[in-house]
């Protein structure tokens, strides 16, 4: 299981992090990533990160203001959001995936049960 936190109001510009608890056996030969969905909108791919930490890759609209990590001994993910924008309010999902083409396809073993972040303007 995935279990999302740390998700809430904010302002636009504000830094806000997620974080996600991770209870997958053998985590540490998973990828792990974000997604969000919008009101009215389809979920889109938000940031992935390696099973090593080594490697990571982002959307464009969030890329140099997003960015994840993970810690392997305590099976957690992170995804530390500055620049906040009002387009970036979503419910966002921690996800993860053995496969990394997968994982960015939205085609995830594991997801989250998601949590809200909003950004007012």
């Known amino acids: 299981q995935l279990v999302e936190s740390g998700g809430g109001l904010v302002q636009a510009g504000d830094s806000l992090r997620l974080s996600c608890a991770a209870s997958?056996?053998?985590?540490?030969?998973?990828?792990m990533g974000w997604f969000r969905q919008a009101p009215g909108k389809e979920r889109e791919f938000v940031a992935a990160?390696?099973?090593?930490?080594?490697?990571?890759y982002y959307d464009h609209s969030v890329k140099g203001r997003f960015f994840v990590s993970r810690d392997n001994n305590n099976y957690m993910i992170y995804l530390q959001m500055n620049h906040l924008q009002p387009d970036d309010t979503a419910i966002y999902y921690c996800?993860?995936?053995?496969?990394?083409?997968?994982?960015?396809?939205?085609?995830?073993?594991?997801w989250g049960q998601g949590i809200q972040v909003t950004v007012s303007s």
């Open positions: 996800v993860g995936e053995s496969n990394w083409g997968r994982l960015v396809a939205g085609l995830n073993e594991y």
């Open positions: 997958i056996a053998s985590f540490t030969s998973y990828n």
């Open positions: 990160i390696d099973w090593s930490g080594t490697n990571d």
